[in-house]
């Protein structure tokens, strides 16, 4: 470990590119929620700007500053209680419903989604696990079992929210951990085929599920109701062109994208920054994975190395799967595009994440140049 106390410059640069970039855009696609509602607007920014942003860089901050073998001593508690801040969501007076979900809790007045800190309480234990396992990976007790176990109880307290988006990224997560661990190919191939299969039957008996689907297959039905978001949205981005309509020009934020702060984001950035604004935030992702999985590379040890690459796996995939149905070639699933969309737990925890990884960062086997 020769490079000690010097984090990886490069990604903290692609991160705070990142970071500023998402709150001008969040800033200008909550414009059109101004003359509408203006004390929404107003709590908006104080939940994305004072929570969100500046707790997650006091956050990070700590997450910085705290050696990473902290989060190994503690990751079954801290996976424990990620899980019963989820289920609090079901407590009445407590938990409450918006948009026909029930995913988030009140507490002293600000809202929180705690599947945030699920995620997060995940990647910890099942990085903890599987270094603890290693070398024993190949046996099914020590690595597919005890996922199997995790991911039922993670599916108990998700699939009732309803939050299916949660419940694929995490399992996508996990899937990339246990190919990263050594974990035979069987035995992942078999976890795949189970998530598939359970997939498909939610796809099947579940209405709003059945409903993205549809849509995603039919575009161009039903314009005024379930295909209304992806028919705005790619009015937006058409509209954009190659440069963009300029920043803060969009017309569609205006009465026509549902939430345009929020998971249509990028439909937003596509109309004021065009076709060139959009290449080079994906670019900037492509980046963000990149670097991130050079620092899971040289980590220095398997907790190490397993953390980052599940806390890079689902930050990318999140964005991606963002991006991908607000331009139509995957369903709709709400997902925010991470460090943009609306969401202050969702900023705050992402961005503390990002300090985690700094600090192992200080650590790489090579230098991170």
Request: glycine share 8%; net charge positive; hydrophobic share 50%.
């Amino acid at each position: 470990m020769n490079n000690q106390n010097k984090i990886d410059k490069i990604f903290l640069s692609i991160l705070a590119s990142l970071i500023i970039i998402g709150v001008i855009m969040f800033i200008s696609a909550s414009l059109g929620i101004l003359n509408k509602n203006e004390n929404k607007f107003y709590g908006v920014m104080f939940s994305q700007l004072i929570y969100g942003l500046l707790g997650g860089l006091v956050a990070f901050y700590f997450t910085l500053k705290i050696p990473y073998k902290f989060w190994r001593q503690y990751s079954l508690p801290l996976f424990i209680i990620s899980i019963i801040l989820t289920a609090l969501v079901f407590v009445p007076g407590l938990g409450f419903m918006h948009g026909g979900s029930r995913r988030w809790i009140n507490v002293f007045g600000l809202s929180l989604q705690p599947v945030e800190f699920l995620k997060i309480g995940f990647i910890i234990y099942f990085a903890a696990w599987l270094s603890w396992a290693k070398g024993r990976v190949a046996d099914f007790r020590f690595s597919l079992l005890p996922l199997l176990v995790l991911l039922g109880l993670i599916t108990a307290v998700l699939i009732k929210q309803p939050d299916t988006k949660s419940l694929i990224l995490i399992t996508i997560t996990a899937i990339v951990m246990l190919f990263v661990s050594g974990t035979p190919w069987k035995h992942i191939l078999l976890l795949f085929s189970i998530a598939l299969v359970a997939f498909i039957i939610l796809a099947f008996t579940t209405p709003y599920l059945k409903s993205r689907i549809n849509t995603f297959l039919h575009p161009n039905q039903n314009g005024s109701t379930s295909s209304y978001q992806i028919q705005q949205s790619l009015i937006a981005i058409g509209s954009g062109g190659i440069m963009g309509r300029g920043l803060g020009q969009s017309i569609q934020k205006f009465n026509y994208l549902p939430e345009p702060q929020g998971d249509s984001i990028f439909a937003v950035v596509g109309e004021e920054l065009g076709f060139i604004g959009c290449i080079i935030i994906i670019c900037l992702y492509i980046a963000f994975a990149m670097r991130g999985y050079r620092i899971a590379h040289y980590a220095p040890d398997s907790f190490s190395k397993l953390f980052v690459i599940g806390t890079i796996t689902i930050v990318t995939a999140q964005s991606f799967m963002n991006i991908a149905s607000i331009v139509g070639v995957f369903p709709l699933t709400g997902v925010p595009l991470v460090f943009m969309s609306q969401g202050g737990t969702s900023l705050l925890i992402d961005i503390a994440l990002m300090g985690i990884v700094l600090n192992i960062s200080k650590f790489q086997k090579k230098p991170t140049n």
